[in-house]
């Protein structure tokens, strides 16, 4: 069984990797891109469509050309966050996510509440990524549209396998995509550009599209339209803080090396974006409310026509859309480890697995987004409602910490004065603002569904605090004691007995050898038959240790066990029960079936026994040696999770 | 959690039962005959429509004369099957079930093959019965019929809560439907015979039916037609052997009580049968071959009118046929349990839970049926074909055996000659008789679904002997030898230490009270900053044991200390080796995953290595406290399955 599982193990997810080749898995900066920020790049495929879809629902034409001002805005937005989260790579080089900076600056309760959002802000990216991803696959082959669940669910299982290998095999698997969309992006934006000077782009197929309600005109009307798109647009930021949360993947200089990645992908998504946006208006496209075509094919379709080149573009959106998760599943394993590691969440999470990936933090990741797909049913119109506001929480505390950061700086030193004002004034610019948009997407998207993600984090903030305590306590009653190391005064042993074989003589022998202050051989009266032939063979091997038989009325093994115990431990409470289970070891998990399971209850009863002990003594019969030797292949570790 | 499970146990199955309480749940012939001859009682609602069913797919009315003489053989098979197993009850009374009575006179093969058989027919027993009692309620309330199956299996599971309160309760629940089915049979014959001498019974509804197919005369055939309705018919003798399993469940004189029990059983049965198949003819009642209404409706309905005696008759109908699957419940677990006995299924079938019924044979055979009414879609017509194989296989060998059973008495005494050779006699005309029709059965019914089921008892043959093989292996394995007893000349302690805590102090103290020859602190080394941390508390606290540290390049705390305890073994073979776990307990189950589960895997791998003592040295943590405390209710005993 192990061995078989193990085996699959291997050749799903490779060679168990040390501990020393940690280092080997930095990561250069043109596969850090990719890696880090295929999130904010592949929202340039929708961020466009979103702010359309609410200028076109005012129901006048007119409305588009808000968009322009709009995208500008984003685009102003985005160099400020970058801006901003520039500052944080270098002040943080051992990796500064929102929960970090937050925990440094503003307190715990601040840095649970970041961590809260962060955590539901990438289970979100791997749902809304992926979903959007499988739609416009389904929308090319319609055909493959009653599967998206599962088609949606198999990208989340590729996608963890694929990080299960490793964070340095994950980012070169995920480049291609990435730069494909990038190149074929700026091709478009260059022929858009051309077919402009020379003639002018055709019509985009949804020019002429009708509203679907009359205009409504008035200067605030007018005004709540335009904060309400730019609300929508702002989903072009999500992703932007894993780069600075991912510091200690980059190569040295790490900090450096991060802040220029991030510059990297604030021109690509800028420049992309805004070309986008003007294309879009020069072809008049608009945004149909239901699905596609989406306004980016639409004007691949006016630039280029059908052709090979339009195929290849959508091929390298849906492409980055489905990798764009793979940003998350960097960011929340490393997360979860950090708070892991500061009790916040609980062990498992802390731990490297055996290919250096945070795999327990990865199939959870996993787990929940894929839960999240079928409930939802990969609706994307109503997951995309829960997106953003975490990611807008997070921002704003993170900026906040960076503010007070600064200052700490501030009155610490007298060096470089200048150099901190510009930066504190950068990230104060940062959270003054993003602080301003969150309320914005909470007042938007807050009824259309921003009430579970709000309602999500509320429960992990809990959750995470209860955590907390409860290892506080336990960390509290396991305080050493001096007294603690005081041996006990006598040691009262009890070989449990159920026949005379093998496995009972050799406990019996090994409790000897114990030395304890008296020993006993105890057995469940259950069956009268076995209990005659038990004394018989007692009789018979003249065994030089008393039988104590104790009474089952109710044909129940552990109960009178534990009731005996309970009297010697009432009548000397100092001394110590030492309980020996003569236990045979079979070899294939169906022999197990082939033997009660008594002992295995019993030990478990009796480790909540005050002054109770519990020794196996195994004896390991002859198909249990094969089955040790399949779980243990000389080159693979055994199973861990 | 174990707590509130088994508060709910108590309420569905009642308190446990003490063991010397087993005498009280012995049963008088009035409720012994409702608990073991449901079934066959039951029978006679659908075993003159199988008849018909043949006889009317010939085309022609007129076969359906030969009802009668069909009839006459089914009654007269009954009589001479009942006959024998009345020898059975004498010769066995400590319950002769084929298995037993097989096994102590025809040897292994042939005992198991019966024992297969009769498990088979045990499972196909609560199948057929439920389902076609359901079919009844599903006719009468066509609403109900698209919820067949869950039904269906809902009949099952109360049948199991039932049982698993114990045989006596169970016996009194089931008396008034099969009494009640029995007395308006009863009522039934006599109105109709009344109404016959008084101006003859009026057609039933189905008199004039057009036959689905053209008359083919000959006297081949008509022999052909008459041998496979008989082959149908036989359906009524399902469930006789059950008394004769059941002996032991009588209250004394066991044997006299049983035969007599028989006796009164195969009365009602023959005379109901020959009864219904009378008034059948005489109404010109024909069975159609999709369902409703039934033949014994039609002749209620034309005897009656669709008044109260019909309805209460149809209530009637559907409880017996339901309860008949409680036949199944007693046998299945009985033989499960002698089988276990016998080592040819595992241990766990054998004992009694604590309401003293045989409860994992309960749900076994509960589960095992449920899962075949959920597979054939709880459609009685399939499931109907597999039936029957299985009891007339066990039929000839039981009978097959007691023939040889009063050879060997016959050699072995010289008192009660003439008795014996005619209980030989009977038994031999039983053996022939049933013999052959197992014959007809198999070929009438091999493609219809007889195969699935005659497969399914090839498996359990060959499932049996392997059980036996494997524990006859390892208890040749476990046979104790005088050199077991020899005490280890040295017992080397390794104390597994993550960190200095309470339960580490705890470990050391109690490792050194039991004198091991040396003694050492083992950590592996996972984190550097752990590490570290361990070492300096080490050197503060002034440990007197050495602490030693094994580097694990993959992360991983079970194969390190697997490998040094291996070489521990290897230089000194004859030695022993005692691992002790520091282990501190939570009390609730989510408690448990908030701390790592290595010791756990860790004490799994150690059972196999040779010549190691596991020792787990529990440290009650206060949340513990409580939750033993909810464990262990001082008037219910633990869980046991």
Redesign the interface.
């Known amino acids: 069984m192990a061995g078989t599982t193990d085996a699959l193990k291997r050749v799903m997810l490779g060679r168990?990797?040390?501990?020393?080749r940690l280092g080997e898995t930095l990561l250069p900066k043109r596969i850090a891109l990719p890696v880090f920020c295929s999130d904010p790049i592949s929202s340039v495929a929708y961020a466009t469509e979103q702010i359309l879809l609410v200028l076109g629902t005012a129901g006048a034409a007119s409305f588009l050309g808000f968009a322009a001002p709009i995208a500008v805005a984003v685009a102003v937005l985005l160099a400020v966050v970058v801006a901003s989260y520039r500052q944080t790579c270098f002040a943080y080089p051992s990796g500064g996510g929102a929960y970090v900076v937050s925990k440094d600056n503003l307190g715990r309760n601040a840095s649970l509440t970041a961590a809260a959002a962060l955590l539901v802000d990438y289970v979100m990216t791997v749902a809304v990524s992926v979903v959007s991803g499988v739609v416009a696959i389904t929308s090319a082959f319609t055909s493959l549209a009653p599967y998206a669940v599962p088609l949606s669910v198999g990208f989340v299982v590729l996608l963890a396998i694929i990080n299960l290998r490793g964070v340095k095999e994950s980012g070169t698997a995920f480049a291609f995509p990435t730069y494909a969309f990038v190149a074929l992006t700026f091709l478009l934006l260059a022929s858009g550009i051309y077919r402009a000077l020379t003639g002018g782009i055709p019509e985009a197929v949804s020019a002429h599209l009708e509203p679907e309600q009359t205009a409504q005109v008035g200067g605030v009307f007018t005004l709540l339209l335009c904060l309400r798109a730019f609300a929508s647009g702002c989903t072009a930021l999500t992703g932007v803080e894993a780069v600075s949360n991912g510091v200690p993947a980059f190569q040295e200089p790490k900090s450096k090396n991060a802040a220029t990645t991030l510059l990297i992908m604030g021109a690509l998504a800028i420049s992309m974006f805004s070309g986008i946006t003007g294309l879009a208006l020069a072809s008049h496209a608009q945004a149909y409310s239901e699905g596609n075509p989406s306004v980016i094919s639409q004007i691949a379709d006016s630039v280029w026509g059908r052709g090979f080149f339009f195929f290849a573009f959508q091929a390298a959106t849906a492409g980055i859309l489905i990798l764009a998760a793979n940003t998350a599943f960097n960011g929340f394993p490393t997360l979860a480890s950090i708070l892991a590691h500061d009790r916040f969440l609980?062990?498992?999470l802390r731990?490297?697995g055996?290919r250096l990936a945070f795999s327990n933090g990865i199939l959870l990741l996993a787990g929940v987004s894929a839960v999240l797909i079928v409930g939802f049913d990969a609706n994307i119109e109503k997951l995309i409602h829960l997106y953003i506001v975490g990611v807008f929480t997070s921002f704003t505390l993170s900026q906040l910490g960076m503010v007070r950061h600064w200052r700490d700086e501030l009155s610490r030193t007298s060096d470089y004065r200048r150099s901190i004002r510009r930066s504190q004034l950068i990230n104060g610019t940062g959270a003054f603002v993003t602080a301003l948009v969150l309320v914005l997407v909470v007042v938007y998207k807050f009824l259309g569904g921003a009430y579970l993600a709000i309602g999500a984090m509320i429960v992990l903030f809990f959750l995470m605090r209860g955590?907390r305590r409860?290892?506080d306590d336990?960390?509290i009653?396991?305080?050493?004691?001096p007294a603690?190391?005081?041996?006990?005064s006598r040691?009262h042993a009890i070989v449990l007995v159920s026949?005379?074989?093998?496995?009972?003589?050799?406990a019996?022998?090994?409790a000897?050898?114990?030395?304890p202050s008296d020993l006993i051989a105890l057995t469940v009266a259950?069956?009268d038959e076995k209990d005659r032939q038990l004394q018989a063979a007692w009789n018979a091997?003249q065994m030089d240790v008393p039988l104590t038989i104790v009474s089952s009325?109710?044909?129940?093994?552990?109960?009178p066990v534990?009731d005996y115990i309970t009297r010697i431990h009432r009548d000397s409470p100092r001394d110590?029960v030492?309980v020996f289970i003569p236990?045979?070891?079979?070899g294939q998990w169906w022999?197990h079936?082939?033997?009660?399971q008594?002992a295995l209850?019993l030990?478990g009863?009796?480790?909540?026994?005050?002054g109770?002990?519990?020794?196996?003594?195994?004896?390991?019969?002859?198909s249990?040696?094969k089955?040790?030797d399949l779980?243990?292949p000389a080159d693979a570790?055994?199973l861990?999770l």
């Open positions: 168990a990797l040390a501990s020393n609980p062990h498992q731990n490297r055996d955590i409860h290892y336990v960390s009653e396991l305080q050493p004691e603690g190391s005081i041996r006990p040691n026949e005379l074989h093998a496995p009972t003589l050799r019996l022998a090994y000897k050898a114990t030395r259950v069956d091997w009325p109710y044909r129940e093994i552990t109960r534990l110590v030492t236990e045979y070891v079979v022999e079936l082939l033997h009660n008594s209850r030990k009863r009796l480790l909540y026994q005050p109770v002990m519990v020794t196996s003594v195994p004896y390991q019969l002859r249990s040696e089955a040790a779980e243990n570790p055994a861990r």
